[in-house]
């Protein structure tokens, strides 16, 4: 308990100070630490008034104690006023005193019920919640006396001591574990097929395909009757005296934190449900595999027996989808597959009732494709040419034989073998690996013996083999070395709005090597002041170098630029040999300002927005930045209908006025950015404006009157039209709005319906009728149709 112990000087205006509740427990004689000082000789008592003056007294000395203890719950403060008599005359005051009573933990959690039921089914997603529960605290919340945990104490049963249960410590949400996700089973019960009732009649039928043939009745036999009263109990579990699992949760205040937090218990009763909503995947298939289609892959059932599935594919792809599913739950593939095409698809089921309701949550079902060698190995060249100076060292690396397969990566089929089948001179020459298809010297080669060996590398896989020729040419020593025709090329001035690919500076360089040969061949190397790689240098090897722009020029990032460039040869120096200043040149380069065009910074490429979003909300703010640091301003064009808007200062694009997307569905707005001061200088950028459709128009009949021959009725056909898209349009459900005795409606596709009559008219008539029409996603409302017989 906190108080401010000062003494109450009397005169005072206002006094303050905390007690707890249930302070009198604190201190004898129930006083409170506040005595009211006198300078009056002749006073005589004290009087108190205000709120709370039934739980607050004052003794005749001035004394403030309790009468009876103070509960936060009721009253968290007190604001009473004290004055000084002689006799019944007020001699001094009035005194103000502020009472504020602190919270102590003295109220328990409470559950909102003892005792919780719950249902979950088989293979619960682990950590996805099942149920919850609640409790609440009469302590202060503000405090830690009211900051609850919930924890999970037991299970029962449990005799593998395994937690198939938790509880989330804050939310109090109940889900299973991994371990409970794979354990927890239901009772074993008898599985019924779509559109089969759970009458004894089918019962009844199902014991008889599987139990021989008795000459018992069914009433009379044991064996029946106890399959019967497990299949009825199992439908009607009462999880509150029957349950499969009891879980004992507690809660605690103080956040369990503490050895003083209080507590609560309950009870939650779990009855775990079959589920047969269970994913047959993974699913493999061998590609082009020989079978007769449609082939069957898979097959699901879902919980409700009347459900309707539908089938389609997660990828967002307009390829071919090679799969459908039938009304009872079976996947098949209509045609072979290619793993060269597709590796992997990822089915999505969904199974819905009549009104186009998941029953179930969509299954992702992946399907892998299987390799089989059917690719043969195939050179990465027609021919592969390699180089190798003479008297190189035997072991010397010569190049490596590049193949590829198609077949399956990491898979044997793709597994590729070299080999020499044939060479001039005989193989003792070369050797070759067989797992890389490295080119190595066994001696070393002299051109005067022979210049050109042309080899025959065979690249197999287990089934298939390709000849991939190899020619090799032995070159002369690289003993020279590459000169430039002057080290210095000077200094030179570029405006930073010069394009790219501009050249700077034209280099020359000679090699007295062997011609064409890799000893002669002189590349160009930038090897200092390209950090940011604006420049490159570019040849045909024979001795020419043009330095050129690769990248925009920005003053503002840099303004110069020392260039060291290399020329070099792609076959090695002989022994001994290394490159020297004559084989290095420098260049400097200046970049001048200019002012340049604002720029954009956007990286949207098409701005998207629903049809009811609301007047002024801010779409998109558009951000260019001027190279120089001068002020811009933006404006928009291009926009017909007058539904967008941009603020000139900041750039935000907010709408002007409602869209509909019924009436534009795209259109492409201009953006421009412009100097504020030179409004001249400016960039524009082009962005296209898609419209998204909400569900806000419903589905209309086509045609709102009929005609029915009465002495030969034919069925109608209806048909609905909804300006909205997909998913809000089509397909459509057609039903009447309560069972019919004269009519019948079934869907014919997605916008039509057949409208039959049961009856023969016996007379002409006019008749009217309600048709529930809605769209895909479950909007509509009812159509009239007027019809004449």
């Known amino acids: 308990m906190r108080t401010i112990s000062e003494d109450f000087v009397w005169g005072k205006k206002d006094v303050f100070f905390r007690t707890g509740a249930h302070t009198a427990v604190c201190f004898s004689s129930h006083l409170l630490p506040a005595q009211f000082q006198v300078k009056h000789p002749g006073v005589t008592d004290f009087r108190l008034s205000g709120e709370g003056r039934e739980d607050i007294k004052i003794s ?33 005051g009035p005194a103000f005193v502020t009472i504020n009573v602190l919270d102590v933990n003295n109220h328990a959690p409470q559950f909102s019920q003892g005792l919780y039921t719950a249902v979950v089914r088989e293979n619960n997603a682990a950590g996805v919640a099942f149920t919850s529960v609640s409790a609440s605290d009469g302590d202060d919340p503000k405090t830690p006396n009211a900051q609850l945990v919930y924890s999970l104490v037991s299970q029962l049963p449990n005799k593998e001591n395994i937690n198939l249960f938790q509880i989330d410590p804050v939310s109090g949400e109940i889900s299973t574990t991994e371990e409970g996700q794979k354990l927890l089973k239901s009772r074993e019960g008898i599985h019924y097929s779509r559109g089969e009732d759970r009458s004894t009649e089918t019962l009844k039928t199902k014991f008889t395909d599987y139990c021989p043939v008795q000459k018992v009745p069914y009433e009379e036999n044991p064996f029946f009757t106890c399959v019967e009263n497990a299949e009825k109990r199992r439908r009607v579990i009462d999880p509150v005296n029957d349950p499969d699992y009891t879980l004992y949760v507690r809660v605690q205040d103080q956040s369990g934190a ?16 079959q589920n047969l909503w269970r994913n047959p995947g993974p699913i493999i298939i061998t590609e082009n595999l020989e079978e007769e289609y449609p082939l069957k892959i898979a097959e699901v059932q879902s919980n409700d027996p009347d459900a309707i599935y539908s089938l389609g594919q997660k990828e967002r792809e307009l390829s071919l989808f090679p799969f459908q599913i039938t009304e009872d739950g079976k996947i098949f593939v209509t045609e072979p597959l290619n793993r060269e095409d597709k590796d992997m698809y990822i089915l999505v ?16 079902i992946h399907v892998s494709v299987e390799d089989v060698n059917d690719n043969a190995p195939v050179c990465a060249e027609e021919e592969t040419v ?97 000169l430039f025709e002057k080290n210095d090329y000077g200094s030179h001035s570029l405006a930073e709005d010069t394009p790219v690919g501009h050249t700077v500076v034209t280099m020359k360089a000679t090699d007295d090597d062997e011609p064409e040969s890799g000893s002669s061949v002189i590349e160009f190397h930038i090897s200092a002041g ?29 303004p110069n630029y020392r260039l060291q460039i290399d020329a070099r040869n792609p076959e090695p120096l002989m022994k001994g040999l290394e490159y020297g ?44 930045k001027d190279p120089e640091g001068k002020e811009i301003r933006f404006k928009l064009d291009g926009d017909s209908r007058g539904w967008l808007e941009i603020d000139a200062a900041t750039g935000e694009i907010r ?106 008219l016996t007379q002409d008539r006019t008749f009217m009728l309600s048709i529930d029409i809605k769209d895909n996603a479950g909007m509509g409302i009812p159509q009239p149709l007027e019809g004449e017989s």
Not at 61 to 89: F, K
Not at 258 to 273: C, F, K, P, R
Not at 349 to 364: L, R, Y
Not at 537 to 554: N, S
């Open 530 to 558: 390209n950090d940011d790689e604006l420049f490159t240098v570019e040849t045909d090897g024979k001795g020419v170098g043009h330095l050129v722009i690769a990248k925009p020029l920005d003053f503002e990032t840099s």
């Open 655 to 760: 709408t002007k006025d409602k869209l509909d997307r019924e009436a534009l569905e795209s259109f492409e707005v201009t953006l421009t950015a412009f100097e504020k001061e030179n409004p001249e200088m400016s960039s524009e950028h082009v962005l296209p404006v898609r419209v998204l459709d909400v569900n806000d128009n419903y589905p209309r009949l086509v045609e709102t009157q009929a005609f029915i021959c009465a002495g030969k009725p034919e069925p109608i056909i209806i048909t609905a039209k909804d300006e909205d898209s997909a998913p809000f349009s089509q397909p459509f459900t057609f039903t009447l709005p309560k069972k019919s005795p004269n009519w019948d409606l079934k869907n014919v596709d997605g916008t039509s319906a057949k409208l039959s009559l049961k009856k023969t």
């Open 258 to 273: 503490s050895d003083t937090a209080l507590s609560g218990n309950s009870i939650v009763h779990v009855v775990v449900q």
């Open 386 to 482: 390699f180089e190798v100076q003479e008297n190189e060292p035997a072991g010397s690396l010569i190049g490596q034989v590049l193949a590829y397969d198609d077949d399956q990566e990491g898979t044997v089929n793709s597994k590729l073998i070299f080999t020499f089948s044939s060479s001039m001179p005989p193989p003792s020459i070369f050797s070759i690996d067989a797992v890389t298809g490295n080119i190595n010297a066994l001696r070393s080669l002299q051109r005067k013996d022979q210049q050109i060996y042309t080899l025959n590398v065979q690249v197999s896989d287990p089934g298939f083999n390709v000849v991939c020729k190899v020619v090799i040419k032995v070159i002369d020593v690289n003993n020279e070395l590459p």
């Open 581 to 624: 200043s004559e084989s290095t040149m420098f260049v400097n380069i200046s970049v001048d300002d200019v002012n340049e065009f604002p720029e954009f910074n956007l990286d949207i490429m098409e701005l998207v927005v629903l049809e009811n979003t609301t007047k002024g909300s801010v779409l998109l703010t558009v951000d260019a």
């Open 349 to 364: 089921v969904f199974a819905k009732d009549v009104n186009n309701k998941e029953v179930d949550p969509p299954m992702e």
């Open 60 to 92: 005749k000395d001035g004394w403030l104690y309790l009468e009876t203890p103070l509960d936060w719950s009721t009253q968290d403060h007190y604001i009473l006023t004290v004055e000084a008599l002689e006799g019944d005359v007020v001699v001094e």
